[in-house]
C-alpha cells in the first residue's frame, strides 16, 4: 500500500480489508494455523450476543493516577494500569 494512491476511503478501506485478509489466512511461524482458522475452531463458539440490558455503572471512584501509572481502588484492593499521560491527574 505504500507505493498506491486513493482518492477516496471506500478505497482504501478495500484495500485495506483485502490485505487483512491475506494476513489471518498466513500460518503462525512453526504452527500449521493461522490467525482466522484459530478463530474458526476456538473463538468463534465462545461469542455470544450482546447483552439486552444496556451495561450500568455500579460505583464510581476518584484517584490519582500514581508515577507507575496505577491506580490502586481500596474497595477491591488491586491495582489498575492505566495510560502514563494520566501519571498525576
Known amino acids: 500500500m505504500r507505493n498506491s494512491?486513493?482518492?477516496?476511503?471506500?478505497?482504501?478501506?478495500?484495500?485495506?480489508?483485502?490485505?487483512?485478509?491475506e494476513h489471518n489466512n498466513i500460518s503462525f511461524r512453526g504452527r500449521d494455523y493461522s490467525r482466522q482458522s484459530l478463530f474458526e475452531e476456538v473463538e468463534r463458539r465462545e461469542l455470544g450476543p450482546l447483552p439486552v440490558k444496556r451495561y450500568e455503572?455500579?460505583?464510581?471512584?476518584?484517584?490519582t493516577v500514581h508515577k507507575n501509572s496505577h491506580i490502586y481502588l481500596g474497595k477491591d484492593k488491586h491495582y489498575y494500569s492505566v495510560p502514563y499521560r494520566h501519571i498525576g491527574k
Open 5 to 21: 494512491t486513493f482518492h477516496t476511503k471506500d478505497d482504501i478501506n478495500a484495500a485495506i480489508s483485502e490485505l487483512l485478509k
Open 57 to 63: 455503572i455500579r460505583s464510581y471512584a476518584k484517584c
